[in-house]
């Protein structure tokens, strides 16, 4: 038999794929993090925050999250999203005098449009948003205000707030025309979504503008200014990886490996079930171990955390990676399979799953305001009987949990869009009826799913929406009749609910993030 010759094509891919490998996008990561530390060393005050799900990877040391889309930057796709507000890197950064934000992005670019436009049309439309209520406070003030132009609880003057958009040189001037054409709708926008601007434009001292930093970024060590001394808050925007576009072969005293430029991007392709805080437990286990052994290494530390947070009684799904169809050469390093226990209640673990004890919180239920409603997953129930009164769940199987009174208790079998669009809407009326029975007797409800981060979100917003007035109190669902719900209503109603949350892990706005996607375009 002739020998079987790979086409160039196969043997491309069979050379990316090797070039991709988990060892060296975990190394990569390892690499980068290296300048991301040296940059968050210049500024130690300020905090650390990063960009979801990609800046998660480059730090240990993370004081918050935030979620800006490169899609909502994208050249004539420019967006300012109500439902990804990030309200609290603003609130961090008026606290802190400022931040820096994390993230990465793949070969070709220095930096991800989430930074060169996506961050900086946030930071002018909070801008003009403040200097708005700045001039509002200064009309309404009496005549010794009006005279010093000072709003009542700020310690700035509305002439001196700066409200231009600051655009990255690469960034062409007929794009920047574009989009200052946009930011007043935009600010109009926000101003109409109920946020509230008050507190914000009391605790900001200086108006909010972005800086970009990079490998590529000359920084002269004892010239580096002091963050006070700069006439604006700053938003220190941070591109982990190396723009540099030719392949790269790096070499250690043991191994080669080859970098990948945003290596920790679309994590879901290659991290066969790591999360960024497992790779940090066990990064120099990892980093210095023989790359042909790190993907059996890998399945052996998520199955090991998996059976911890099992026998703790913790949400612990099955990490199942499926083989790959790739060349025989290639196929050994590749075909792996976790050998796990059977999986909890047949469900597959999510590789975008970011728990949210990756950064150092328990997993709780998150509390809406003070409407007695509160969201979480159905792995909380059996721990939260006498924290809530009733309990609305919405998970696809029927729970083995039993309770004392049927009253009590709803199961409303709902599944994604994806499976069945018309599912949630099927089962709202009966949602809406119990909730509406037990808050009329003031009781404490939980609204939970598999996740508490998708369908209970979505119930909790319909109840809000046609039980509660506009300023989030119980009323019957009296003011629902002479509402007129449009989506932008429906936005406002969701960025509320997002910004009233109250939990454990609030502070770091990672189940904030993940709900907020439910309402974009």
């Given at each position: ?25 975990l ?9 991301v ?36 930057g ?18 961090l ?9 994390v ?16 961050i ?14 700045l ?46 054409d ?6 109009k ?24 930093v990079s490998?590529?970024t000359?920084v ?37 490996w ?12 290659w ?5 960024p ?24 530390i ?5 059976v ?23 196929h ?18 999510p ?18 305001g ?11 129930v059996?721990n ?14 029927l729970?083995?949990?039993?309770f ?9 079998p ?21 909730a ?14 598999d ?40 936005r406002?109603?969701l ?27």
């Amino acid at each position: 038999m002739a020998e079987e010759r790979l086409s160039i094509y196969r043997a491309s891919r069979s050379i990316k794929k090797k070039q991709n490998s988990l060892y060296n996008a975990l190394r990569s990561i390892y690499e980068d993090s290296i300048f991301v530390s040296e940059i968050a060393e210049l500024w130690r005050e300020l905090p650390l925050v990063a960009n979801l799900r990609c800046g998660l990877w480059y730090s240990s040391r993370f004081d918050g999250t935030c979620y800006f889309k490169s899609t909502d930057g994208h050249c004539k796709n420019w967006s300012f999203s109500i439902s990804r507000l990030n309200f609290h890197v603003a609130h961090l950064c008026a606290q802190k005098g400022g931040c820096i934000i994390v993230d990465s992005t793949r070969k070709g670019k220095r930096f991800p449009d989430s930074m060169s436009k996506t961050i900086p049309i946030w930071s002018c439309v909070l801008n003009r948003a403040i200097m708005n209520y700045l001039e509002k406070c200064s009309t309404v003030s009496g005549t010794k205000q009006q005279e010093s132009n000072v709003c009542p609880g700020t310690k700035h003057t509305s002439p001196e707030w700066d409200c231009s958009l600051y655009l990255p040189l690469w960034v062409s001037a007929m794009e920047k025309a574009a989009i200052e054409d946009r930011l007043e709708d935009w600010t109009k926008q926000l101003e109409a979504s109920g946020v509230d601007i008050s507190s914000l434009a009391q605790s900001l001292k200086k108006p909010l503008r972005p800086l970009w930093v990079s490998q590529k970024t000359v920084v002269w060590l004892n010239e580096v200014p002091d963050f006070d001394s700069w006439d604006f808050t700053p938003v220190i925007l941070v591109s982990a990886s190396s723009s540099n576009g030719i392949v790269q072969h790096r070499f250690t005293s043991e191994f080669s490996w080859h970098y990948i430029s945003g290596a920790g991007d679309d994590e879901e392709s290659w991290a066969r079930g790591l999360t960024p805080q497992l790779f940090w437990k066990n990064v120099i286990d990892l980093i210095d171990s023989d790359p042909d052994l790190c993907n059996q290494q890998v399945a052996d530390i998520v199955e090991k955390d998996r059976v911890y947070r099992c026998q703790r009684g913790e949400d612990a799904p099955q990490v199942i990676v499926k083989p790959k169809n790739l060349s025989v050469e290639n196929h050994n390093n590749y075909n792996e399979e976790c050998n796990a226990c059977p999986p909890l209640g047949g469900s597959e673990y999510p590789n975008n799953h970011i728990d949210m004890g990756s950064l150092g919180h328990q997993r709780s239920m998150f509390w809406i305001g003070s409407t007695n409603l509160a969201v979480g997953s159905t792995q909380l129930v059996t721990n939260l009987t006498e924290e809530v009164a009733c309990t609305l769940n919405c998970e696809p199987e029927l729970s083995s949990i039993c309770f004392p009174c049927s009253d009590t208790y709803l199961h409303l079998p709902m599944v994604s869009s994806k499976q069945d669009r018309f599912s949630l809407l099927r089962n709202l009326p009966a949602a809406l009826s119990f909730a509406q029975s037990n808050l009329r007797h003031k009781k404490k409800l939980l609204i939970c799913c598999d996740s508490g981060k998708d369908i209970s979100v979505c119930v909790a917003l319909a109840i809000i929406t046609s039980l509660f007035d506009g300023e989030g109190s119980f009323d019957d669902g009296k003011s629902f009749t002479d509402t007129h719900i449009t989506k932008l209503e429906m936005r406002r109603k969701l960025s509320g609910l997002l910004h009233n949350f109250r939990g454990a892990g609030d502070r770091h706005g990672i189940l904030k993030q993940q709900m907020a996607s439910l309402l974009t375009d």
